[in-house]
């Protein structure tokens, strides 16, 4: 998790760089504390999981709505506190196919039955 923390800070650090915002000025800009702010782009401290204040952010940071760049802006924060989006979680049938992705993510090979549900998944998106 520590991980994502740094990656997910660092990309926020260079989106603010990229729209030439001063860790203050981004700060008034979203009404967020600047000490916060900092802590999370060097990854000391997790990102906010409200989507209202993180899809603030992106719209100051130049991230349009609706655009992919918004979602992976919004994923990143979530997974960056090790939380699964909700619209994921909110699928009837996630929590089938979960355990064969995390094996899949650790390298270890899924069985012949996850991976055709995998598969139906991805035929039925």
């Not at 802590?39 to 209202?52: A, H, N, V």
């Not at 909700?86 to 899949?104: C, G, I, N, Q």
């Amino acid at each position: 998790m520590l991980k994502n923390l740094k990656k997910f800070g660092e990309n926020l650090k260079n989106l603010r760089i990229e729209k030439e915002l001063s860790l203050r000025e981004i700060c008034k800009e979203v009404d967020y504390d600047a000490s916060n702010w900092s802590k999370i782009e060097r990854g000391i401290i997790s990102p906010p999981s409200d989507e209202k204040v993180l899809s603030k952010w992106a719209r100051v940071l130049g991230i349009k709505s609706q655009s992919k760049e918004f979602k992976e802006f919004i994923d990143s924060a979530l997974v960056a506190q090790g939380i699964i989006p909700e619209d994921v979680l909110s699928r009837e049938d996630a929590f089938k196919y979960l355990p064969a992705v995390f094996r899949t993510l650790r390298n270890e090979k899924p069985t012949k039955e996850e991976i055709d549900r995998l598969i139906e998944l991805i035929r039925n998106a």
